[in-house]
Every structure is written in C-alpha cells, then in structure tokens.
C-alpha cells in the first residue's frame, strides 16, 4: 500500500502531514515512531493526520515522535489550516476555517500571499491555571512557583493547561542550558501524573520572550505554539507582560506573535510546506 504524505512546518516544529480524507491510514503511531526518525525515515517531529470533521472544517490527530498521541499542538494546526486551503478541502474563499482537536474546536484566520496560505492566526482557547485541569499535583489553588527538583536544583516552575500540560519556567539565560540532561525529568516529574511539556523562558523585555522547549514525547523542539502560548499566559500571570499586547517569543525556529486576553490566547506565525512524497507500507 502506497500513501502519501506532505511534509510541513511551523517555524522547524516539523510534521509529516497525512490526507486521511482520501486515504486510509492505518497505525498512525506506527508511522510516527518509523517515519520521525531523522536517520532512518522522513524525519519530523510526529505526524499529523488531516481528518474529516462532521462538527468542522477538518479534524486533527497529532502523534509525537514516540508514537504517543497528543491532544493539540499550535505550530501543526497552523499548517493544517494551510493544507486544507491550499489543497482545496474548503472553499477558496474562505479566510476563517474552524478545525476540531482533541481539545475542543479551534478557529482559524488564514492570511494568503499568491493564492496560498502564508500566515495563520489561531484562536487557541484560554489559559487553564487550575491544577486538576492541566494536571499537576500541587496543594494550591493554582500551580504558580511550584518548587521542582532536578538533579539536586531547585526550579520554580509556573504550570498551565492550552489543552496539554506546560510547565513553564524563567531564567536568566535559555542557551547554556543542557535541554538533553534535565527535560527528562521534568517531562516524567511524579507532580505530572500525564506528563508535561516544559518551557525555559527568558524576558526580554515586556514585549519580547526567548523560549527554549522541552516537549513531551518529542524531546527539544525548534518551537512549539502551546508552549508559546502558555509562556506568555504564565509571564502575564507573573507581571513580565501585559494582557491585551502582542508579544513576539522568539524560539529557536523563529517567532510566534502571542496575545493573551481574560476570554482567549491569540497566536500568529507562518505555515511551510517543505516536500510532498510517497511512503510504502
């Protein structure tokens, strides 16, 4: 059996993106522990599947690179809402689709350069402090300077749900940071009964984050949009930023303008298309 595939980024949170509209896809973590590998197969940071909805445009299913599936990730739903532009799922005249995940309906507003998409700004929901809902165990009402240890230092980690966990924490340097050392024992800390993704942000100034992440199940990322979004949320929440402003968080791949407010979280960036292909299975 041949598929197809189309392999997207957004800002190097690279994925290969499977039609399964057209086509049958069977065992998607499968394919996403074979075909992530980076020596051995296409090389991506999971794989996405591009599904149909019957409450909206489209549906997605994301799987991290260790087969694991995730319920929402920002920089692949950017390039979904590209693919069913650019690809003709929805009408050409469409500017604003909508995109069912495993955290709830998302609605997309697609800004397009030569009758292709070039920019996505994405309704990503509002911030969840609340530590059943992210989840994290904690004595408190919100999980905000939750002290964590790893390898005998002390972290203060704010925690907040964009519909998967984040872990977010503030520091004065993000490059001398040995991401490979310590991600894993925030990403399987026992506070974090499902995990965690977690964010290493360093303020800028009250426009500007520099984020370094580690994700759940993917390792370092060149950037994820959740994470982006929970760093800004969280630097609001500690009095870094300010709600209702555009903050530019710079990420190893590039930027993601985020705007955080009482009812929701706004993220801009672009979507990539890199190569399309053929897999045998």
């Given amino acids: 059996m041949v598929l197809n595939f189309t ?18 896809i069977e065992n998607p973590s499968q394919l996403a522990i074979k075909y992530s ?6 090389g991506s940071d999971g794989v ?22 995730g319920n929402m990730c920002g920089n692949g739903i950017r390039c979904v809402g590209k693919y069913i532009y650019d690809h003709g799922i929805v009408d050409k005249g469409k500017r604003t689709v909508t995109v069912e995940t495993k955290s709830g309906i998302k609605t997309l507003e697609l800004f397009v350069k030569n009758d292709k998409v070039d ?26 300077d939750v002290p964590i240890t790893v390898l005998s230092k002390e972290y203060k980690g704010t ?26 024992y925030f990403e399987h800390n026992a506070i974090f009964p499902e995990g ?33 979004c929970a760093s800004v949320s969280a ?12 903050i530019t968080v710079k990420l190893l791949g590039g930027d993601l ?16 298309e890199v190569f399309k292909g053929e897999i045998e299975i």
């Fill in 7 to 24: 392999k997207m980024h957004g800002i190097g949170n690279d994925y290969i993106y499977f039609d399964a509209i057209s086509q049958n």
């Fill in 257 to 272: 303008v985020i705007n955080v407010t009482d009812e929701t979280v706004y993220m801009t960036g672009t979507a990539t």
């Fill in 235 to 246: 630097a609001c929440k500690k009095g870094y930023c300010k709600k209702g402003e555009d």
């Fill in 119 to 144: 920019m996505v700004k994405v309704d990503m929901g509002k911030a969840d402090f609340e530590p059943k809902n992210i989840p994290v165990i904690v004595d408190t009402d919100t999980a905000v």
């Fill in 159 to 184: 925690c907040v749900s964009m519909g998967n966990p984040h872990c977010v924490i503030f520091v004065d340097d993000t490059k001398s940071l040995e991401l490979e050392k310590i991600g894993p």
């Fill in 48 to 69: 996405i599947l591009i599904c149909k909805s019957d409450v909206a445009d489209a549906k997605m299913r994301m799987f991290n690179a260790d087969g694991s599936e």
């Fill in 37 to 42: 590998d980076r020596h051995f197969g296409i």
């Fill in 196 to 228: 965690v993704n977690t964010e290493f942000i360093k303020v800028i100034d009250e426009h500007t984050l520099e984020m370094r992440v580690w994700e759940r199940g993917s390792g370092e990322t060149f950037a994820c949009g959740t994470g982006a």
